[in-house]
């Protein structure tokens, strides 16, 4: 098995309102025919999809699935680029679970939810510079 994510499906109780979140921040969806909304990202996709259908595709009942101990990290070039992605999801409906603020690793990140509850770090990596696409690898490119 190759190391790689291809597709994060989140499950929403109201696809459509999680998806009008994402938009808020800018993200562009892609057409599917089968009830998926997706948003290309940079390697990989994000996906949308009713909670009650990712259950039964799955096999298992919706109350199950939850929330796991899991977070989605937007990394960014630039430390002041964090509150201004920060406000940017505010803005578009999020919660902010944590504001932007210096970690002791050396890096700064903030943290959101989106509506349904998905959590989001928004972090600058000094030590993990973004590829000139925007991609992320551990140490850089």
């Known amino acids: 098995m190759d190391q790689r994510v291809t597709l994060i499906t989140l499950g929403a109780h109201d696809p459509q309102r999680l998806a009008e979140f994402y938009d808020a921040l800018g993200w562009q969806r892609v057409d599917t025919p089968d009830g998926v909304i997706a948003y290309d990202l940079i390697g990989q996709c994000l996906g949308i999809y009713p909670l009650d259908k990712l259950a039964e595709d799955i096999g298992v009942a919706p109350d199950?699935?939850?929330?796991?101990?899991?977070?989605?990290?937007?990394?960014?070039?630039?430390?002041?680029?964090?509150?201004?992605?920060?406000?940017?999801?505010?803005?578009?409906?999020?919660?902010?679970?944590?504001?932007?603020?210096?970690?002791?690793?050396?890096?700064?990140?903030?943290c959101f939810a989106d509506p349904e509850g998905h959590i989001w770090e928004v972090a600058h990596n000094p030590f993990s510079p973004l590829g000139p696409d925007g991609a992320f690898r551990w140490n850089g490119y």
Request: zero cysteines.
């Open 64 to 110: 199950t699935l939850g929330h796991g101990a899991a977070t989605f990290s937007y990394n960014v070039s630039a430390k002041e680029d964090v509150s201004a992605v920060m406000d940017g999801a505010e803005a578009a409906g999020g919660r902010i679970l944590k504001a932007p603020h210096d970690i002791f690793w050396g890096g700064h990140i903030g």
